[in-house]
């Protein structure tokens, strides 16, 4: 799939599958800033075009009633893959 220029696509599932709103946040400093609201379907996978960021910057995605949220992640390739529970509860 073709992306238009400075944005970047992103997706990811919600582990137990739940329909729930998901917020994207990026790092600004010590503080989380919303990027965008997004709703995840029945199977728990939600997916958002956003502004390419700084290849620095850190994102998170957070459930809208503040019960769960990700470890902070990057859109640059990993060095090394990483195999921990990236978003609700490992099973």
């Known amino acids: ?48 075009r956003i502004d390419e960021p700084a290849r620095t910057t850190y994102l998170r995605a957070r459930l809208a009633d503040d019960s769960d949220q990700s470890v902070p992640f990057s859109l640059n390739t990993p060095k090394k893959t990483w195999t921990g529970c990236a978003f609700g509860t490992c099973v």
């Open 1 to 48: 799939m073709r992306q238009p220029k400075n944005k970047d696509f992103l997706w990811a599932e919600r582990r137990p599958a739940l329909q729930e709103n998901v917020l994207i946040e990026r790092k600004s400093g010590a503080k989380w800033e919303p990027v965008k609201s997004l709703e995840a379907n029945r199977y728990g996978i939600f997916e958002a």
